[in-house]
C-alpha cells in the first residue's frame, strides 16, 4: 500500500511521510509549516501540495509546546584563534538571544587534560538540550561518540569527516582559497608564500588545496620553501613570516591560512622595513576584526563565521522542535553559506 493511500485512510501522515512525498527533508516541512520565508515559492508549494495529498494534520499542541519551550544549547569549542572564536561567538549569540535561548560554552579540547574521558560525564549530567559543534572539535570521534550516547540533538559547523553523521552548517573553503589565489595571480605575482594551518584541521587542508589547483591551474608550480606550517595564531604566523621574509629570494606576497597568521607577517614585514603593499603583498581568510585593526587593512576571504553560527543555533532549533513535537527522525541536513574576497589595502601587484 503506498504512502498516499495509508495516510489518507489511517489519516495518520507525520512530517517524514510529507517530507518523502515532496521530495524534500524535514526540515523543510517544518519550515513550510512554521511560515518561515526561506523556502523557495515552488518548494513551499510542492511542500503543500503534499500536505493536501496526505491529508496531513499537525499535532498543534505538541508544536506550540515545542516554540513556546526555551532551549539551553551548548557550544563546544577549542580554537587557537581568537578572532574565529570571537565571531562565533557573535553569531550564536545574537540568534539565541533573538530566540530566547540560553548558549553555554564549554572549552574542550588540547589545553585541558583528559578532556576526552570526561567529556562523557559533563554531557551526561549537563542540562543541554541539544549542541553546536565548530571546528576542530566538529570531527572528533570522541566528542561525537559521546554526544550521540548522551542522545543530545546536534550541529556541526564546516565538519570534513564522517559527513553524514550529522546535520551541519558549511563554507566553501576551497573555492574561496582558490579565488584568493586567482586574485593574486592577476595582480601579477607568481612567488607566493603560502601559510598552512594546523595539520589535520580540515579548513586548513582545504585551503592549501584550494591554493594549489589556481596555481596548478594557471601552470605555477609551487615552490616548496613558500610553504610553511603554521597553527592558526598569532605567534605561529610569526614563525612563519620569519622563515619566508629571510629566503635569499623572498615572495612577492604571502597568502596566510587565516587572518591572526596575516596579521603576523604584517607586524614582522614593518620590523624589515618592508613597505606593505609596495614590497610585500599580504592576504589571509576569514575577515576577523583583527583584519581592520591592522595597518595596513588586510585583504581576506570573508568567512562568515558569524552567519554560520546563527544558521548552527536555527538549524538546531528545528530539529529540537522536530523532537518534541514527537516527529523526529534521523535528520542529514546541509545548509551551506559562501564566502566572498575583501580587497583592502594590504594586496597590490608586484613592484
Not at 57 to 77: K, M, Q
Not at 121 to 126: C, G, Q
Not at 162 to 186: H, I, K
Request: aromatic share 6%; with cysteine; net charge negative.
Amino acid at each position: 500500500m503506498s504512502v498516499k493511500t495509508r495516510a489518507n485512510k489511517q489519516s495518520g501522515a507525520t512530517i517524514k511521510d510529507v517530507a518523502q512525498h515532496a521530495g524534500v527533508s524535514a526540515m523543510t516541512v517544518s519550515r513550510v509549516l512554521n511560515a518561515e520565508p526561506n523556502v523557495r515559492p515552488e518548494t513551499r508549494e510542492r511542500v503543500q501540495a503534499a500536505i493536501r495529498d496526505l491529508n496531513y494534520r499537525p499535532n498543534l499542541s505538541a508544536r506550540n509546546l515545542a516554540r513556546a519551550n526555551t532551549y539551553f544549547i551548548g557550544l563546544l569549542y577549542d580554537n587557537p584563534s581568537a578572532g574565529y572564536i570571537s565571531e562565533l561567538l557573535i553569531g550564536a549569540l545574537n540568534r539565541c538571544r533573538k530566540a530566547g535561548y540560553h548558549l553555554i560554552v564549554e572549552s574542550c579540547g588540547s589545553a585541558d587534560q583528559d578532556w576526552e574521558s570526561s567529556i562523557a560525564d559533563m554531557l551526561r549530567t549537563s542540562n543541554f538540550d541539544g549542541v553546536i559543534i565548530p571546528p576542530p572539535v566538529c570531527d572528533n570521534t570522541a566528542v561525537l561518540d559521546a554526544v550521540e550516547a548522551a542522545k543530545l540533538p546536534h550541529v556541526r559547523i564546516s565538519p570534513d569527516t564522517q559527513l553524514d553523521r550529522s546535520p551541519r552548517v558549511v563554507t566553501d573553503d576551497r573555492e574561496a582559497s582558490r579565488r584568493m589565489a586567482d586574485y593574486l595571480l592577476g595582480l601579477g605575482h607568481r612567488r607566493i608564500g603560502f601559510i598552512q594551518g594546523p595539520e589535520g584541521h580540515g579548513a586548513s587542508r582545504e585551503r592549501f588545496e584550494g591554493f594549489s589547483e589556481a596555481m596548478a591551474a594557471a601552470g605555477q608550480k609551487i615552490d616548496s620553501e613558500l610553504v610553511v606550517p603554521g597553527a592558526f595564531t598569532y605567534r605561529s604566523g610569526l614563525d612563519a613570516a620569519e622563515r619566508l621574509l629571510t629566503l635569499k629570494q623572498r615572495p612577492t606576497a604571502v597568502f596566510a591560512s587565516n587572518d591572526d597568521m596575516a596579521v603576523a607577517v604584517i607586524a614582522l614585514a614593518h620590523r624589515y622595513s618592508l613597505n606593505i603593499p609596495d614590497d610585500l603583498t599580504v592576504v589571509g581568510f576569514d575577515d576577523t576584526q583583527t583584519a581592520t585593526a591592522i595597518w595596513p587593512q588586510l585583504t581576506t576571504v570573508r568567512q562568515p563565521i558569524s552567519a554560520m553560527a546563527s544558521e548552527a543555533v536555527e538549524l538546531l532549533a528545528e530539529c529540537l522542535d522536530l523532537e518534541r513535537s514527537g516527529e523526529a527522525g534521523h535528520v542529514n541536513e546541509r545548509r551551506e553559506i559562501h564566502s566572498e574576497i575583501v580587497i583592502r589595502d594590504s594586496s597590490a601587484a608586484p613592484a
